[in-house]
């Protein structure tokens, strides 16, 4: 591809060094759960407005900008949302990523909905899935997704999409002091040996509505030092550069866990993703409120060269560290609204 000048336009390195290589495109802000560290009922509840249809990319216009940002050398798009399942007819959307060649193509999903759609999921083209999963516990979960949804059903989806061949799969649990961390060794024993690879995340503060308090983080380091006082663990190295999860495996042989340390050890300087909001903001950095509109650019016809010159522009502006770093909170935008 060349730009207007005839040079060949490509998403280089950024003010860090740090190449694209990861895109997650959020297709919707609706959600069926409430989970109290993400969209708190008191807040989302039945009088707030998501987007409307109009404002959300359509399909066309999504298989568009990945098909560009391929170009630009992204390898991997995982969808998200709000939760992605929710969105009608997405193995559509699927189909027409999955014909774009060579792209790594992912979902995370609350597993609401994975036992009903993982077959068709795998059969338009998704490579794998990573499932959110916070406690086995019954009365914990339902606590914390606040939609009264049982553990029963999300563990149903998971099989549902190891037995379609959505593997390996990852199950992403957040991990909030005093609610659910009594249920990590119980999850890290569900899972040890099933092939799935269970990760623990630290509780971050994104926007202004989930209450966040540094007090109600559990560092990743505790994490581990649990786990490990029940089975050995020995530390691995990751998979390509700028993987978020630290590897763990199990000494026994019987799999590995990974931790994701957004807060007390953030890995700004091998991030190397981005965020494509669901009504078509870039969002440079979870942990920042700058971002950069694509959708007007597209519904206004620009060519490819002119919407590749926006990601380019937008890579090079891409914050060299989280606001929290400073001193501050992200307030634009919930973590439903980017993707997670
Ligand atoms: N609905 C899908 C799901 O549940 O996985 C996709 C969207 S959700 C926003 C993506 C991930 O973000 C989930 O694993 C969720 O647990 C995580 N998440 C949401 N709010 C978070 C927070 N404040 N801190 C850490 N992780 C969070």
Redesign the pocket.
């Known amino acids: 591809m060349k730009g207007t000048s005839g040079a060949p336009l490509r998403a280089g390195l950024d003010t860090r060094g740090r190449r694209l290589h990861d895109l997650r495109i959020s297709v919707t802000d609706r959600?069926n759960?409430r989970?109290v560290?993400?969209m708190p009922r008191e807040v989302f509840g039945p009088d707030y407005k998501f987007l409307a249809r109009d404002q959300l990319l359509s399909f066309e216009e999504i298989a568009r900008l990945a098909r560009i940002f391929k170009d630009h050398g992204v390898e991997k798009v995982r969808l998200?949302?709000?939760?992605?399942l929710l969105r009608k007819n997405l193995e559509h959307l699927i189909e027409m990523l999955a014909d774009i060649p060579g792209l790594d193509l992912t979902l995370?999903?609350?597993g609401s909905l994975l036992a009903k759609k993982a077959r068709a999921l795998k059969a338009a083209g998704l490579h794998r899935v990573t499932v959110?999963l916070d406690s086995l516990d019954e009365a914990v979960f339902r606590r914390m997704n606040d939609a009264d949804f049982p553990v029963s059903e999300v563990l149903n989806g998971i099989d549902a999409a190891a037995a379609a061949g959505l593997a390996p799969i990852k199950i992403?649990m957040?991990v909030k002091r005093g609610v659910n961390e009594d249920s990590v060794l119980p999850m890290a024993r569900y899972f040890k040996g099933s092939g799935h690879i269970v990760r623990f995340?630290e509780?971050?503060d994104?926007g202004h509505t989930?209450g966040w308090r540094m007090d109600d983080v559990v560092p990743s380091a505790e994490v581990v030092r649990r786990i490990s006082e029940r089975w050995k663990l020995e530390p691995v190295g990751a998979n390509y550069a700028g993987e978020v999860a630290e590897r763990w495996r199990y000494v026994d042989g019987a799999g590995e866990i990974g931790v994701i340390s957004s807060v007390t050890q953030a890995f700004c300087s091998t991030c190397n993703r981005m965020r494509l909001t669901a009504d078509g903001r870039f969002h440079l950095c979870l942990l920042n409120d700058d971002d950069l509109d694509v959708r007007a650019a597209l519904r206004r016809g620009e060519d490819a060269d002119a919407i590749g010159a926006i990601l380019v522009r937008a890579v090079a502006h891409k914050p060299t560290g989280h606001q929290l770093a400073l001193g501050r909170s992200t307030t634009a935008r919930q973590?439903?609204q980017i993707?997670?």
């Open positions: 959600c759960f989970c560290y993400c998200t949302g709000g939760e992605p995370t999903t609350n959110s992403n957040v995340i509780f971050m994104v989930n973590m439903f993707g997670g």
